[in-house]
């Protein structure tokens, strides 16, 4: 039985991330998207981690998330912070089931 919440239509998050990262470099370079967006994205894809996922941890609505990772919406230094705790949280998290 696999975990649902790792996959994307069927296909693994990391796989299902290769296929994001180019259409997202393309759609930024016709838009000039946020970089840090660009970035929160890709570090969070690269992981494995959902949107929904994510931003249950870092403490705000899945939306804002998705807003703040297509430019659309420019981040506080406070949300910033929640971004930044949240991948150090799943990190955290990886080196301990690295260990087990």
């Given at each position: 039985?696999?975990?649902?919440?790792?996959?994307?239509?069927?296909?693994?998050?990391?796989?299902?991330a290769a296929h994001q990262k180019a259409a997202i470099q393309s759609q930024?370079?016709?838009?000039?998207?946020?970089?840090?967006g660009?970035?929160?994205r890709m570090q969070r894809l690269e992981l494995?981690?959902?949107?929904?996922r994510f931003s249950t941890v870092a403490g705000f609505r899945q939306s804002h998330l998705?807003?703040?990772e297509r430019g659309l919406h420019q981040p506080?230094?406070?949300?910033r912070k929640?971004?930044?705790?949240?991948?150090?949280t799943f990190?955290?998290?990886?080196k301990k089931s690295d260990h087990v």
């Open positions: 039985i696999r975990d649902r919440r790792n996959y994307i239509r069927g296909v693994p998050l990391f796989q299902e930024n370079s016709r838009n000039g998207s946020d970089a840090f660009y970035e929160v494995g981690i959902s949107q929904r998705s807003d703040i506080n230094a406070k949300t929640k971004i930044e705790i949240s991948f150090q990190a955290d998290i990886g």
